[in-house]
């Protein structure tokens, strides 16, 4: 079991964790971040393995995992 934060006013938006993961745990949100971005959201825990991929693609240092 794995968590992922991740903090949207770090986050640009640019969709490269959303590419990088295998299991389709993130998305694009909704909402915005104070930057007037949409920031990734991460929605899946039960697929997610915490591989880490997204946190190792993404170019802000935007996302953490948690085991
Ligand atoms: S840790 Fe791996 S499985 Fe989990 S959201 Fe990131 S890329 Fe996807
Ligand atoms: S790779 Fe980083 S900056 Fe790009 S959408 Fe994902 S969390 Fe945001």
């Known amino acids: 079991m794995a968590r992922v934060e991740i903090n949207i006013e770090l ?4 969709g490269l964790c959303i590419e990088a993961c ?9 909402g915005f ?3 007037g971005e949409h920031p990734a959201e991460w929605g899946s825990d039960e697929m997610c393995t915490g591989c880490g991929l997204c946190a190792v693609v993404c170019p802000d240092c935007a ?3 948690y085991k």
């Open 63 to 65: 996302i953490s995992i």
């Open 11 to 14: 986050c640009k938006g640019c």
């Open 33 to 35: 971040n104070r930057m």
């Open 22 to 30: 295998p299991k389709g745990c993130l998305k694009i949100s909704s």
